[in-house]
T-cell receptor, first 113, second 112 residues
Framework: GAGVSQSPSNKVTEKGKDVELRCDPI?????LYWYRQSLGQGLEFLIY????????KSGLPSDRFSAERTGGSVSTLTIQRTQQEDSAVYLC???????????FGQGTRLTVV | DQQVKQNSPSLSVQEGRISILNCDYT??????FLWYKKYPAEGPTFLIS?????DKNEDGRFTVFLNKSAKHLSLHIVPSQPGDSAVYFC???????????FGSGTRLLVRP
């Protein structure tokens, strides 16, 4: 597609349930990022994928969070046993190799009730 | 440990005047800086960037200034327009990493 696409745009889940958030990056972009923005906060780095290299997972807040990127394209962020503090907007971005300008999707607003 | 800081949570300016948004950083390894604009319910959109080998980059109404010795950058918007009202984030990256570190954002309101 022309831009980064994320789905769903909104997700309401019960505390303790697992959720999967999907990101389709811009075609040909080898770098993919996940960030989250909690209410009134800045963008918090979660994880970074670059080509076939091992991902940088240094921003994942707990072992309940995991992400994968299949075939160097689509990425899924999984949150297990969701907690209320996981409520946030989860943003995905991609960039071309060697180009540090990252393009963001519209985000998935996750609400844990 | 906030490596990128935007100390002004909000800024209000009159239409036609200059808007100046500031950003400070602590990591001397940062060598590339970006500004993003974010409207409600949308993802951030890229505005302008600057490499550490430069001290100024201009694109239309937007100019970014970098002062490496002070570890400070600023975004100037002139003339400001009501459509510029949004949250502005600065971000930085170190050459050794592709990870973009973002500030907490500044909400700009341009009054008609």
């Amino acid at each position: 597609g022309a831009g980064v696409s994320q789905s769903p745009s909104n997700k309401v889940t019960e505390k303790g349930k697992d959720v999967e958030l999907r990101c389709d990056p811009i075609s040909g972009h080898t770098a993919l990022y996940w960030y989250r923005q909690s209410l009134g906060q800045g963008l918090e780095f979660l994880i970074y994928f670059q080509g076939n290299s091992a991902p940088d997972k240094s921003g994942l807040p707990s072992d309940r969070f995991s992400a994968e990127r299949t075939g160097g394209s689509v990425s899924t962020l999984t949150i297990q046993r969701t907690q209320q503090e996981d409520s946030a907007v989860y943003l995905c971005a991609s960039s071309a190799r060697g180009n540090t300008e990252a393009f963001f999707g519209q985000g998935t607003r996750l609400t844990v009730v | 440990d906030q490596q990128v800081k935007q100390n002004s949570p909000s800024l209000s300016v009159q239409e036609g005047r200059i808007s100046i948004l500031n950003c400070d950083y602590t990591n001397s390894m940062f060598d590339y800086f970006l500004w993003y604009k974010k409207y409600p319910a949308e993802g951030p959109t890229f505005l302008i960037s600057i490499s550490s080998i430069k001290d100024k980059n201009e694109d239309g109404r937007f100019t970014v200034f970098l002062n490496k010795s002070a570890k400070h950058l600023s975004l100037h918007i002139v003339p400001s327009q009501p459509g510029d009202s949004a949250v502005y984030f600065c971000a930085a990256r170190a050459d050794s990493s592709y990870k973009l570190i973002f500030g907490s954002g500044t909400r700009l309101l341009v009054r008609p």
